[in-house]
């Protein structure tokens, strides 16, 4: 018999200003969270379309932690009461399916989980891991190609929260990880753009992965 079992879980992701990844930990520290890391990050907004996610070229901080999906959902709405995403500037959140757990304390599962997404979701999520230096053109492919916008996570944070790990897994320091939010019909676009400025394709250009966003908090229309 396996030593794990299987699992229904989610990633939660929160992107706030920084300084507030502390007190996101505090407010959540009751609930049964199997993961949770606070990485440092940079939004890359334009000012004309700030408000879309309310971020700005200013220092973020990236806060992911794994949950149960009945846990998941208790936190997602238990933090929006707590930061209200709604209004303008005070963050995103949201949620994406994991088929794979390993190397944290808690639920574990050594086997994928296929899971189908919710019709009506309306975003994906797009992660992009390349060379650092390269994050920039990663957002400006993306926005030719109708983004609003991103975040970029360094491989390596600094300050307070200096980590060199990902749920137990090392990150490179010189690689840069970017995170972009897209409408469902212009992830297509965006990830041909990408894949043909950055050359992703070829080997040892980077890696791009697709994920669905199940519930999501604080994205304006």
Do not use: W
Request: glycine content about 10%.
């Amino acid at each position: 018999m396996s030593d794990f079992e299987m699992i229904e879980a989610e990633q939660i992701c929160i992107i706030v200003n920084f300084g507030l990844g502390s007190k996101l930990l505090q407010i959540v520290k009751n609930y049964d969270v199997s993961a949770e890391t606070v990485l440092l990050g940079k939004g890359t907004v334009n000012n004309r379309i700030l408000d879309f996610l309310g971020l700005s070229d200013i220092r973020k901080e990236i806060v992911l932690m794994v949950a149960n999906k009945n846990a998941a959902d208790k936190i997602l709405e238990k933090l929006n009461e707590e930061i209200d995403f709604e209004k303008p500037g005070h963050g995103i959140a949201f949620t994406t399916s994991v088929r794979l757990l390993v190397g944290t304390r808690g639920n574990q599962s050594d086997n994928l989980i296929e899971r189908r997404g919710v019709d009506d979701n309306m975003y994906d999520a797009i992660t992009v891991i390349v060379d650092m230096g390269k994050a920039e053109y990663v957002i400006d492919a993306a926005t030719n190609a109708g983004s609003k916008g991103g975040t970029i996570i360094k491989g390596r944070g600094s300050g307070i929260h200096e980590t060199s790990k990902l749920f137990s897994m090392d990150i490179e320091p010189e690689k840069e990880i970017v995170l972009i939010l897209s409408e469902k019909d212009k992830t297509e676009a965006i990830v041909s753009s990408i894949r043909k400025e950055l050359k992703i394709d070829e080997p040892g250009k980077g890696i791009l992965y697709i994920q669905n966003v199940n519930k999501a908090y604080g994205l304006l229309k």
